[in-house]
């Protein structure tokens, strides 16, 4: 069977939601003109901004770099990988493969450690959160931890925007969580123009599907991070379950998420952002709490003075070549 795209070549990809089969060509065209459109249509990246690019190493990671790499200038681009400190995770080796990668689109990459940042590696909280009978998963701080050091290292390296590989299904399954919780400032944060977290987070991945990504880092023969995080059964119950029923949803009637987050997008347009103060570190917290999510956790496996209290995290960043000519921050 021919390419539906270009007509030329073989397809070897059939993508449910448009009912097409393309070739490997006209998918990766396909995946970066949806990548594309969705940085204009809400205007995420202007020419010239300094965009810090959020790296995990895992496949959606890489797809995010090369195609951010393709639209904009690779010297307006950093990328920032977290070492969160958990055996067997986020070994050297990816890290080299990852450095080597970004390297090859004109990209530096700079890794900053959970532990230098609050103290703790997020293994270390963990044991201290079972010793001390603080119910809380491994994900719960990994993912506090990780959304500050973003959003700080952002700010310290004077970065206009912020950006992370989350996909279509992460973001429909976080729309979907916020609801059930009845969190509406959740729910708001998830919006394209929202910018409650002081930088303007973008996601220039938000309208590709997970199993896009995977077969684009498999077409492009990516070296992604293949060894799995020791806490992945932790991952919240409830985001594992959505994804499991959102797949059957969208077998079922392909297109399903794409139509669920753009009426989404839709509905939140009008709405207000409201945003609150944390007391000790003075970070963007949610409305009516006294104290962010991070210092709050820290405080509960016994870190009352996290070193981002004290010191720029980006003491150990020393050496950063900077953004392009002449106009380090
Ligand atoms: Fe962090 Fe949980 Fe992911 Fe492990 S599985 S990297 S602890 S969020
Ligand atoms: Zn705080």
Not at 118 to 132: D, F, I, N, W
Request: aromatic share 6%.
């Amino acid at each position: 069977m021919l390419c539906q795209a270009c007509g030329s070549r073989r397809a070897s990809v059939y993508q449910p939601h448009s009912g097409r089969a393309l070739c490997r060509e006209c998918f990766v065209e396909d995946v970066r003109s949806r990548v594309s459109a969705e940085i204009k249509k809400w205007g995420m990246i202007e020419p010239g901004d300094r965009v810090l690019l959020a790296l995990s190493g895992g496949k959606d990671s890489y797809l995010l770099l090369e195609s951010l790499a393709l639209l904009h200038d690779p010297s307006r681009l950093m990328g920032l990988t977290i070492v969160e400190g958990i055996p067997g995770y986020n070994r050297e080796e990816d890290l080299r493969k990852l450095r080597e990668a970004a390297r090859g689109y004109g990209v530096e990459l700079v890794a900053v450690s959970v532990k230098d940042f609050t103290g703790l590696s997020v293994h270390e909280m963990v044991e201290s959160a079972r010793r001390r009978g603080v119910s809380l998963s491994a994900c719960t701080f990994c993912g506090v931890a990780r959304r500050r050091i973003m959003s700080d290292i952002a700010k310290e390296l004077g970065a206009d925007k912020l950006a992370t590989a989350h996909n279509l299904d992460d973001e429909v399954q976080t729309a979907i969580m916020n609801i059930i919780r009845g969190d509406l400032v959740g729910l708001r944060r998830l919006h394209p123009r929202s910018r409650s977290s002081g930088i303007r987070r973008i996601k220039p991945m938000r309208k590709v599907y997970e199993w896009e990504s995977a077969t684009y880092a498999m077409i492009r023969g990516f070296p992604f991070q293949s060894a799995e995080c020791m806490y992945i059964g932790e991952h919240p119950t409830l985001r594992a379950r959505l994804r499991s029923e959102l797949y059957a949803v969208e077998r079922r009637r392909p297109g399903s998420l794409l139509k669920f987050l753009e009426l989404l997008d839709r509905l939140l347009e009008a709405g207000e952002e409201e945003v609150g103060k944390c007391s000790r570190c003075g970070s963007p917290t949610s409305p009516g709490r006294a104290m962010c999510k991070l210092c709050e956790l820290l405080e509960g496996v016994g870190v009352s003075l996290p070193p981002y209290l004290s010191r720029s995290p980006l003491i150990s960043l020393r050496g950063l070549r900077g953004w392009g000519e002449g106009d380090a921050p």
